[in-house]
C-alpha cells in the first residue's frame, strides 16, 4: 500500500481524536526517513570502531523510536491523546540528541550528516504535530 492510500484509508477511520491528516502524513513520513537514516549511520558508525559507539548507540535508539512512534500513528483505533504526545515527545528529545552527535561527525561521515538532517526534519514535523495536538 502507497503512502497516499494508506493515509486516505486512516482518514475514512472513525478516529477517535481529530487530527490534522496532512500534517500526521509528513511526520509519518520524516519518522520513516529519519529511521532509515539512523539505521545506515547506525552501521556506518559500527565499521568504524569504538570511537563511534555512542553515535552508533544513539542513531539506534532514534531508529527504533521513530518506526514506534510511526506504528502508534498509523493506528488511529487505538490513538490516545496523553500517550501520542508522550511519544512524540521522546521521538523529538532523541531526535534532537541523535542530531547533535551525529553533527560531531558529519564532516568525515556523509551516513553522519545525512542522518542529522533526517532527525532535524523528523524533530521539526513532530514538533508541529505535538503543538497540533495541544491547540
Do not use: F, I
Not at 19 to 34: C, E, F, I, K
Not at 64 to 77: E, Y
Not at 123 to 135: G, R
Amino acid at each position: 500500500m502507497d503512502t497516499m492510500a494508506m493515509m486516505k484509508t486512516m482518514s475514512t477511520s472513525d478516529m477517535p481524536v481529530s487530527m490534522d491528516m496532512d500534517l500526521m502524513q509528513d511526520t509519518m513520513m520524516a519518522m520513516n526517513a529519519a529511521s532509515m537514516a539512523a539505521t545506515m549511520c547506525s552501521a556506518s558508525d559500527m565499521r568504524m570502531g569504538a570511537e563511534m559507539a555512542t553515535c552508533a548507540a544513539m542513531c539506534s535508539n532514534t531508529a527504533m523510536l521513530a518506526d514506534t512512534g510511526m506504528r502508534m500513528m498509523m493506528r488511529p483505533m487505538g490513538m490516545d491523546m496523553p500517550s501520542m504526545q508522550a511519544m512524540l515527545t521522546a521521538v523529538t528529545t532523541m531526535g534532537t540528541a541523535c542530531a547533535a552527535e551525529c553533527r560531531k561527525h558529519a564532516d568525515m561521515d556523509e551516513a553522519c550528516r545525512y542522518c542529522a538532517m533526517a532527525c532535524d526534519d523528523m524533530v521539526a514535523k513532530c514538533e508541529a504535530m505535538l503543538a497540533s495536538m495541544t491547540a
